[in-house]
């Protein structure tokens, strides 16, 4: 691939993929709402809104492959997730077809899954069970990604992407963590593989402790460098309380899972025995 599109690069994961993307390429392009600063060495920046059929125009053309991180992160008002994940993402792939772009790279989350108790295994073959809005819009990001890759032939690797910082913190974020190295290696992987119809797999690094099984990731061949277990020691010995009520602290997707949930946990965290 010549030039690769980067969506969120001002973004809390945006940011260091960019780094980690540094002369992958021979062209990155790095697209954002916010101010991207100086163009690196191969770079070009375009600071601009998916929502903004202009602004999208300017970022596809002459695009070979798109790695799309851009939109809200976290949970938000519908009206909020409805513009910018669900018809933003549309308009980013109608406008990557029209552009001849023939790789996306999708970064859906764990939380499109969200609502699965923890220790079910998961393989990217489960029905979808978003645990907030923000998930939901994941959902429809790997449904659009299903219909592209289906009616355009556009090939498209959706990534649910796990806890992508520094290091786990908690007992839920050994099981999830991945670190940067190991998603952008997956990224690429979704760019630069020959035959790539839609693929779901997971985001997540080589952690013992996880409910993923990532065998299609690793089927196209992905093999992470790197784990979470390192830190079992320190999170195991550490006193500090997980945050969330029983529903965040029963099921995959955490305090995003119980901030607006209503009724008996029963429904989705199963009874001890």
């Excluded at 030039?3 to 021979?26: C, D, F, H, N, Q």
């Excluded at 993402?89 to 109608?94: K, V």
């Amino acid at each position: 691939m010549k030039r690769v599109l980067l969506t969120g690069a001002g973004g809390g994961i945006g940011k260091r993929m960019r780094r980690e993307l540094s002369g992958a390429y021979p062209i990155l392009r790095v697209s954002d709402l916010t101010d991207l600063g100086p163009a690196a060495d191969g770079e070009e920046i375009v600071v601009g809104d998916i929502c903004d059929p202009g602004d999208r125009a300017r970022m596809v053309d002459g695009v070979d492959g798109i790695i799309h991180l851009g939109g809200l992160s976290v949970e938000n008002p519908w009206e909020d997730i409805l513009r910018v994940n669900i018809d933003g993402t549309y308009r980013l792939y109608e406008a990557a077809f029209e552009a001849g772009v023939k790789r996306i790279v999708f970064a859906s989350s764990n939380h499109a899954v969200g609502f699965y108790p923890r220790g079910h295994m998961l393989d990217g073959t489960e029905r979808p069970r978003p645990d907030c809005r923000y998930g939901l819009s994941k959902v429809f990001g790997e449904g659009l990604s299903q219909y592209f890759a289906d009616n355009y032939g556009i090939g498209i690797l959706s990534v649910r992407i796990g806890w992508c910082f520094a290091k786990p913190e908690t007992q839920r974020q050994l099981g999830c963590w991945v670190s940067i190295g190991d998603l952008t290696r997956l990224c690429r992987l979704g760019l630069e593989i020959p035959e790539l119809h839609h693929e779901i797999v997971y985001g997540v690094s080589d952690n013992s402790r996880t409910w993923w099984d990532n065998s299609t990731a690793r089927r196209l061949g992905f093999t992470p460098q790197d784990t979470a277990d390192v830190w079992i020691p320190e999170v195991d010995a550490s006193d500090v309380p997980e945050p969330g009520n029983e529903v965040a602290l029963g099921v995959q997707g955490g305090p995003f899972a119980s901030t607006e949930y209503q009724g008996d946990p029963g429904r989705v965290v199963p009874a001890k025995r």
